[in-house]
């Protein structure tokens, strides 16, 4: 019973990815046709794109009060975007060349900004306040780095068609009269709403059948389908040349992740996890985090040799997990 409940994850995932996709698409048109001031949002919402699954399950658990599902999914995902979707990303692209000394800042602000909710959890709990703690964190990046990754984030998304290519493979354009463009965005929020709901309620049962914490299930399940969207758009920066694109890519969704979900998650509902396999967790991210950094900073530059190992990292840490 618990292959095909895992199996039924993986199919709402990429439904949530696909009603992700449609989002995505509906806010490049606004954000090419509107004003200044609605550009903006759409430029903070374009470059929240590769986050919305994790964004909407923290939504949907919070509200049906399965917080630790959205915590195992955020954390289980930081581990997965620096092993599986860098490593991936990098292996397929080749050679990977980091030139100049950018997002010194980022570097230091995605790693505290991971660890945080570990610590607010020392407790037992991260509480409402904690969870609004997480937000206006969150906050703080938008407005000192905006400039630097999310009008750029924006600009490549509103320019590139990689949700398709990566799902369908179908271009999709900004033409289309508004109405058209606001039905497909309010149809891709109620199906990511649906599918993350149902994500939720399976990841429920499948704890229960084969006997583990639903915060597991977030951390080896969910959290593989939930970061496909920074695997296509790592390997796409890499592919056009655009390695600061891939680094800032990668540490702007652990930082959304590790504050702006896990806050929301936390805010609609306290979060409460076993204390010894969420620090376990957050060991592996601490020490997943260090390697990668040591390879980006060497060398400036990350090897074909460096990314397998990254990804022999995450078959490691499955292990230790389930142990």
């Known amino acids: 019973m618990a292959i095909p409940l895992a199996l039924f994850i993986f199919f709402f995932v990429f439904l949530l990815l696909f009603g992700a996709n449609m989002v995505v698409a509906g806010l490049r048109h606004f954000s090419s046709t509107s004003k200044t001031s609605v550009f903006t949002l759409s430029a903070i919402l374009l470059a929240l794109a590769t986050?919305?699954?994790?964004?909407?399950?923290?939504?949907?658990?919070?509200?049906?009060?399965?917080?630790?599902?959205?915590?195992?999914?955020?954390?289980?995902?930081?581990?997965?975007?620096?092993?599986?979707?860098?490593?991936?990303?990098?292996?397929?692209?080749?050679?990977?060349?980091?030139?100049?000394?950018?997002l010194q800042r980022e570097v230091w602000f995605a790693l505290i900004a991971g660890v945080i909710p570990l610590v607010l959890l020392l407790d037992g709990v991260i509480s409402r306040v904690d969870g609004m703690i997480l937000i206006a964190i969150w906050g703080a990046y938008v407005v000192h780095f905006f400039h630097i990754r999310f009008?750029?984030?924006?600009?490549?998304?509103?320019?590139?068609?990689?949700?398709y290519r990566f799902l369908h493979k179908v271009e999709v354009g900004v033409s289309g009269t508004a109405g058209r463009e606001m039905a497909r965005l309010l149809l891709g929020v109620a199906l990511l709403l649906f599918s993350a709901d149902v994500i939720v309620r399976l990841s429920r049962s499948l704890a229960?059948?084969?006997?583990?914490?639903?915060?597991?299930?977030?951390?080896?399940?969910?959290?593989?389908?939930?970061?496909?969207?920074?695997?296509?758009?790592?390997?796409?920066?890499?592919?056009?040349?655009?390695?600061?694109?891939?680094?800032?890519?990668?540490?702007?969704?652990?930082?959304?992740?590790?504050?702006?979900?896990?806050?929301?998650?936390?805010?609609?509902?306290?979060?409460?996890?076993?204390?010894?396999?969420?620090?376990?967790?957050?060991?592996?991210?601490?020490?997943?985090?260090?390697?990668?950094?040591?390879?980006?900073?060497?060398?400036?530059?990350?090897d074909r040799f460096e990314a397998a190992l990254l990804m022999v990292v995450y078959i490691l840490f499955v292990i230790v997990i389930r142990s």
Do not use: C
């Open 208 to 302: 229960q059948d084969i006997g583990i914490p639903v915060f597991l299930v977030g951390v080896l399940v969910v959290s593989i389908g939930t970061t496909l969207p920074e695997l296509a758009f790592s390997f796409r920066s890499l592919a056009d040349g655009e390695p600061q694109m891939f680094l800032g890519n990668i540490f702007g969704s652990l930082i959304t992740n590790a504050t702006l979900v896990v806050g929301i998650a936390a805010l609609l509902s306290p979060i409460r996890v076993e204390l010894t396999p969420a620090l376990t967790v957050g060991v592996v991210f601490v020490i997943t985090y260090a390697l990668f950094w040591f390879f980006i900073r060497t060398k400036q530059r990350l």
């Open 151 to 163: 009008v750029q984030i924006a600009h490549k998304l509103s320019q590139e068609g990689f949700w």
């Open 51 to 102: 986050s919305f699954p994790e964004l909407f399950v923290a939504l949907t658990s919070g509200l049906e009060g399965t917080s630790e599902l959205s915590l195992g999914n955020v954390l289980g995902a930081n581990v997965t975007n620096l092993t599986l979707v860098a490593g991936g990303a990098a292996l397929l692209a080749g050679r990977v060349t980091m030139q100049g000394a950018f």
